[in-house]
Nanobody, 114 residues
């Protein structure tokens, strides 16, 4: 299990943008699929976006066209660019890497509010 560290959350107005980052202590993103999940208050955890080892991406319908997942293998980083944010995007966002036992970060809060 590898400890991942998310950053980049915060408070943003509707229509704004944020970029979340997920850092790993060593090179795991190039050999494991990676995903961003979120959990809103009172709701189940939701898969937001994922990227495979070969770079294939997949998005939840609710974020298609607004969010982009990307990876920098040299820096051991995965990103989630979030544009045109909506209040319903408010949640704690988690990074997950499909290592042998699964690796999670501690989460970063995103709040979209005017």
């Amino acid at each position: 299990q590898v400890q991942l560290v998310e950053s980049g959350g915060g408070l943003v107005q509707p229509g704004g943008s944020l970029r979340l980052s997920c850092a790993a202590p060593r090179s795991i993103f190039s050999i494991n699929a990676t995903s961003w999940y979120r959990r809103a208050p009172g709701k189940e955890r939701e898969l937001v976006a994922s990227i495979t080892v070969v770079g294939r991406t997949n998005y939840a319908d609710s974020v298609k066209g607004r969010f982009t997942i990307s990876r920098d293998n040299a820096k051991n980083m995965v990103y989630l660019q979030m544009n045109t944010l909506k209040p319903e995007d408010t949640a704690v966002y988690y990074c997950y890497a499909a290592t042998l036992r699964g690796s999670w970060g501690q989460g970063t809060q995103v709040t979209v509010s005017s």
